[in-house]
């Protein structure tokens, strides 16, 4: 039988080590950032405010290889195409790797591809055959040189209608009807929390959402990254993919109201070949926005786009030289990938090993002690972790114990 002798010298290797792990986890050091391809515009974008700083443990969400404020592409790859948006990523819904992306975790005004939180949050809530009266109030704050849907005070309309509405023609009149039902007693507000529950849940912790539209409101942020993970949760959905893909959709008439036609938005639907359907955006402070998904030789790519310009291509046109550059891409190729909600909430630390790239470890109290523990404490912890195996075999057989871990 063998057994384990913990001499003074390994106890001193692990003691050293221990005290250098007091507090928080250390991560490798950044590598040099990568300048991201852009394309000048024909007229400089008017200036914008800062937008707050990315928590570090936040941006690491996907893999480090996403923690910059620059470019991120697999090894060996083809340049991304250069582009006005300011940030940007191509992911495989199907496998959730992350292709590239250019500060796919910086925070970005999302103008009205916030709707996609808007349907991922509330789709699963509400009936699409219940009908829904017009209120007021829905329609008070929006300006009628906006996008909308076209309904009117009094009037009724199916839930299904209203996400035809709000998908099809950006409808901001729909956003707050919509936000309004689905926020119960609350209301509106209800509505704009359950959009905000949502973004925690699918862990895009970039985004905050101020208003059910995307009109601009404050502190409303987004980013790169988390409009993949949303666009992620709302195209697994059959009935979100029937009205993202439809082009022409009849809202029928009810007691007092008339009937009218809608068509889609302008989005890839048609000019991209295999595109399932995208959102467009656009506000002054956001600029041009775009969510587009699209399918190729079984491959489900999508393409996230914030803070492009009108000119030379428009968010369209650098959507697809985007999804162009995915689809080449070889299978398997990535920087990262697209989170669960069910993986583990925390990012694992990065243990740098030199001259070798990073990669995450699973975290253990063994690699991280927790904050403020003193010398003394430290030496009575890894005595206590050297001998847990010695004293689990003098007590197995004790009734009432357990020593695998549980409570």
């Known amino acids: 039988m063998t057994t384990s002798r913990v001499t003074a010298a390994t106890l001193s290797v692990i ?9 928080p986890p250390t991560r490798a050091a950044a590598a040099p950032q990568l300048r991201c391809p852009a394309v000048k515009a024909p007229e400089p974008p008017p200036a914008l405010p800062s937008p707050p700083p990315v928590d570090p443990a936040a941006a690491a969400v996907g893999g480090p290889a996403l923690a910059t404020a620059g470019l991120a592409i697999p090894p060996g790859a083809p ?39 808007l349907a991922a949050a509330l789709m699963p809530r509400l009936d699409p055959t219940q009908m ?45 009807v919509l936000a309004r039902v689905g926020g119960g007693a609350d209301g509106r507000p209800g509505g704009v929390r359950a959009m905000n529950d949502e973004a925690h849940r ?105 803070g492009a310009e009108t000119a030379p291509l428009g968010s369209l046109g650098e959507a697809s030289a985007l999804l162009n550059w995915g689809f ?18 925390y990012d694992r630390p990065v243990v740098p090993v030199k001259g070798e790239r990073s990669e995450p470890v699973e975290e253990s109290a063994s690699m991280v002690l927790p904050v403020g523990l003193g010398l003394g404490a430290v030496l009575i912890l890894v005595v206590l972790i050297l001998l847990a195996p010695f004293w689990r075999r003098g007590t197995r057989r004790g009734p009432g114990r357990s020593h695998d871990g549980k409570p």
């Open 15 to 23: 003691l050293s080590s221990a005290v250098v792990g007091v507090g």
């Open 328 to 345: 080449a891409l070889r299978p398997g190729a990535s920087v990262g990938h697209l989170v669960a909600p069910e993986e583990k909430k």
């Open 132 to 176: 829904v009266e017009v209120s007021r109030a829905d329609l008070r704050d929006l300006d009628p040189a906006s996008s909308l849907m076209g309904v009117s005070v009094g009037g009724r309309y199916s839930v299904e209608s209203l996400w035809l509405g709000l998908l099809l023609r950006s409808g901001n009149d729909a956003a707050n």
């Open 79 to 117: 340049m991304a195409p250069a582009v006005t948006a300011t940030s940007w990523l191509v992911a495989d819904l199907n496998s959730g790797e992350v292709l590239g992306g250019c500060g796919p975790h910086e925070h970005r005004t999302p103008a009205s591809v916030q709707k996609l939180l």
């Open 202 to 306: 699918l862990r895009a912790n970039q985004t905050h959402a101020a208003t059910p539209s995307g009109l601009d409101g404050p502190g409303q942020y987004t980013s790169a990254y988390d409009l993949a993970l949303i666009a992620r949760a709302t195209f697994a959905r059959e009935d979100f993919r029937r009205y993202i893909a439809t082009t022409v959709a009849q809202i029928p008439a009810q007691p007092g109201t008339p009937g009218f036609a809608i068509t889609h938005d302008t989005t890839l639907l048609g000019r991209y070949p295999g595109t399932l359907g995208g959102k467009t955006g656009f506000t002054d402070l956001a600029r041009q926005t775009y969510v587009g998904v699209a399918e190729r030789d079984g491959r489900r790519l999508a393409v996230t786009l914030l």
